[in-house]
Each structure stands twice: as structure tokens, then as C-alpha cells.
């Protein structure tokens, strides 16, 4: 009799063992299909934005400065390629939130780039204009939330920094001392 007792309980516990080892093996499954999801979903992300910069000429800077000073003298290809240039930001910022959501630490590469590439007036219109993104509410509020002068107060405080400092040179900008 004792035995029978001690082999039901044995039983019980190789049963709940199996149990907790198949709901184990089913969380693994699924974070296993949630990894897979997110690497598909950055590496169309990285063609989009491949194609993207094809679309957008060699040095698409001077368009996004010219966005920034002037945006009402841009031309309809220049506006295409800062609708080019703003959904690869958009596509980037999609792609981090999503590493992100998934247990990633990219809180560092996600510092300030709502900042970088939303900080202007244009891009802001442009963004409104697009609707955001409600899947991911997250991104929209802190795209909403980026600095329309962030851009020109950034650089305009580089150029302060270097008005302070007139006159010095840096270490490798001095004359040889030999």
C-alpha cells in the first residue's frame, strides 16, 4: 500500500514535470517565431531602405538642409526624396522599436533619433501628413513629441561653441614644436 502511494505520487510528479517541460518547450517555440518575425522584419526593412536610397541620389543632404532653411523652395523631386529619406527613418525607427519590443536593449541607438530625423518643421508637416503609425503608438508619440527647432537649435549651437572658442586650434591643428 505504501508503495502504491509513493508510485501515484511519483506519477503525479513525472506528469506535472511533463507538463511544465511542453509549456517550456512552447514559450521557446514562440519566442523562437517572435525573433524570426522581427530578423524578417529587418531585413525587408533593410532592402526598403536600400531602395530608398537609390531613390534618393547621392548626397540627399543638401535636400534635407534645404528642408530645413527653406522647405517651401523645394521642388516636387526634392519633396520625393524626402519622402524617401523620412520613410527609411520611419522604417529605421519601426525596426528599433520592434527589436525593442522584443526584449533587446536599444535604448542607446534609440536616443535622439526621433530628435535627428523629426526635429524640423518639414519633417514634422511630413509626418502628420503621413498619418504616423498606429500599431506602434510609442513611436508616434515620441516622433509627435520631437523638437521642431531641435535641428537648428543643435547646430546652432555648434556653431556658438566654435564662436566661443575663436582663435584655438586643436592638438592636431598646432604647428610641430621640435
Do not use: C
Amino acid at each position: 500500500m505504501k508503495t502504491e502511494k509513493i508510485n501515484s505520487w511519483l506519477s503525479l510528479g513525472a506528469n506535472v514535470g511533463v507538463v511544465v517541460g511542453l509549456m517550456l518547450v512552447a514559450y521557446q517555440i514562440n519566442q523562437e517565431a517572435e525573433l524570426t518575425k522581427v530578423q524578417l522584419f529587418s531585413d525587408v526593412t533593410t532592402s526598403m531602405n536600400e531602395f530608398n536610397q537609390a531613390l534618393m541620389g547621392d548626397n540627399p543632404m543638401e535636400i534635407v538642409a534645404k528642408s530645413i532653411e527653406t522647405p517651401h523652395e523645394l521642388t516636387l523631386a526634392e519633396m520625393q526624396v524626402m519622402d524617401a529619406y523620412l520613410i527609411s527613418a520611419v522604417n529605421e525607427i519601426r525596426r528599433l522599436e520592434l527589436l525593442r519590443q522584443s526584449g533587446l536593449d536599444v535604448e542607446g541607438s534609440m536616443e535622439g533619433i526621433h530628435a535627428y530625423y523629426f526635429g524640423s518643421n518639414y519633417a514634422q508637416a511630413w509626418f502628420q501628413e503621413y498619418g504616423g503609425e498606429e500599431s506602434l503608438p510609442d513611436m508616434t508619440k515620441r516622433i509627435n513629441e520631437a523638437d521642431p527647432e531641435w535641428v537648428i537649435s543643435n547646430l546652432d549651437g555648434v556653431l556658438a561653441r566654435l564662436d566661443d572658442d575663436a582663435g584655438q586650434m586643436l592638438s592636431r591643428d598646432k604647428p610641430d614644436e621640435r
